[in-house]
């Protein structure tokens, strides 16, 4: 959790995904975004919304490229 807002009706989370993919070419995938949990009058979440700072059509092209890593 990296915030939330003085009414506390909404949670910001940030993350990063990093991985190798277990083919041939061993494609790195690597996407940062961040999640906002939106919540009501009891704390619960109600409404997730993601973001990447990627496109749809980047995080697909990592795939199909080759890793620096052997």
Known sequence: ????????DFVLATWKLRTY???PWRP???IDGNT???????????RHAESWNVSAL????????PSDRN
């Open 28 to 30: 790195l995938i690597s």
């Open 58 to 65: 980047e995080a697909i092209a990592q795939i199909f490229t």
């Open 1 to 8: 959790m990296q915030g939330a807002n003085s009414n506390n």
């Open 36 to 46: 906002v949990y939106e919540l009501n009058d009891e704390h619960k979440i109600i």
């Open 21 to 23: 993919l277990k083919l």
